[in-house]
């Protein structure tokens, strides 16, 4: 039971660090794209 846990938990784990990696790819794409945005004057 404990190793099924600790699988369990590792999972959990592994899919929050892929979802935090992902989340800090569309982050660092949204910087660049708004200090591009900034460098050239857009009309809102």
């Not at 592994?14 to 200090?35: T, Y």
């Amino acid at each position: 039971a404990l190793a099924k846990e600790y699988m369990e938990t590792n999972r959990l784990l592994r899919s929050h660090r892929k979802n935090e990696i992902r989340l800090s790819f569309a982050l660092a794409k949204f910087n660049m794209k708004s200090r591009v945005d900034l460098r050239k004057p857009k009309f809102k």
